[in-house]
């Protein structure tokens, strides 16, 4: 079945080697996992696996913004019922949304051929404690290479990276409940 994820990934793909004819290099498409305490400063983390990473390099990001995701309810109306649901306590449970990503490599001379399948495991993990999201821990697609072409060297840097640290140590819930940050080790 052909997602918009997919359909995406599979015309980049296609577009990449007609567009790469005359040229040597390699590109790599492979999952990152991160892990953050929320809420996390300049960083994009959405339903779309594409739309994803740190902004501070986007120039329509001028100025600094908090990384918001809805409460429980809210959030399981916009990204559907989650795959699995792990009880922490009773006030804390971790909704879990798992799928497929495409993964491998693209080597170019003269053209690209690309080898590129449906075979890495790829997961968001959104922890809510009293229904508002305090961690996410997920792991998503990217992407680098270098080619180097008739008109020069066209390198692609890894598209997304992972948030540093949490924004400030509190922040204002909806319903006005402070909420603190706490470090996690792992999931």
Not at 21 to 37: H, M, P, R, V
Request: net charge negative; proline share 6%; hydrophobic share 35%.
């Amino acid at each position: 079945m052909c997602t918009n994820e997919r359909c995406l990934l599979i015309l980049v793909i296609l577009i990449s080697t007609l567009l790469l004819s005359g040229c040597i290099g390699l590109q790599a498409f492979y999952t990152t996992e991160c892990s953050a305490d929320l809420p996390i400063k300049n960083y994009i983390y959405n339903k779309d696996n594409q739309l994803w990473g740190s902004n501070h390099k986007r120039e329509d990001f001028k100025v600094d913004t908090i990384l918001t995701i809805p409460d429980k309810d809210d959030f399981i109306r916009e990204w559907g019922e989650p795959d699995e649901i792990i009880i922490i306590s009773q006030n804390e449970e971790t909704l879990v949304y798992n799928y497929d990503l495409w993964c491998g490599v693209m080597p170019a001379l003269a053209i690209g051929v690309p080898f590129v399948f449906p075979v890495c495991d790829g997961f968001d993990r959104i922890t809510f404690k009293n229904n508002v999201a305090t961690h996410v821990h997920f792991k998503r697609f990217n992407y680098s290479g270098a080619y180097f072409t008739a008109g020069g060297f066209i390198i692609a840097i890894p598209q997304n990276d992972c948030p540093s640290a949490p924004a400030p140590n509190t922040y204002q819930a909806p319903g006005g409940q402070g909420v603190e940050s706490s470090s996690r080790e792992k999931d």
